[in-house]
């Protein structure tokens, strides 16, 4: 889920789809934030992959961010019942779904 704290505007829902990759994630946290990987700025401007359902704004970027995997097929939301009304979209801006299998081999 992607939510916004402060005074908002970092980023906006559009019509695209939800199912994206890692890569998607990566061009979208990348296209929101102005720090490169070593937290130094960026010279130019990064692109975020073409058809997902949030795109960041043109001329406000975040100052900084977090990221939650949820992984695993015991994982009971029920028992997180804040975690799960953020995953139903309840405050979210919107929802970003990576298909995969995370498990270690």
Do not use: C, Y
């Amino acid at each position: 889920s992607v939510l916004e704290l402060g005074k908002g505007g970092v980023v906006h829902r559009t019509n695209g789809e939800a199912a994206t990759s890692n890569r998607g994630i990566m061009s979208f946290w990348k296209s929101t934030h102005e720090a490169g990987s070593e937290g130094q700025p960026r010279k130019e401007r990064t692109n975020q992959m073409p058809g997902m359902n949030v795109v960041p704004d043109l001329f406000n970027r975040a100052d900084g961010g977090v990221v939650v995997g949820i992984v695993g097929d015991s994982v009971n939301l029920d028992s997180m019942p804040t975690v799960a009304g953020i995953i139903a979209g309840e405050g979210t801006v919107a929802n970003l779904k990576v298909q995969g299998d995370n498990r270690v081999k």
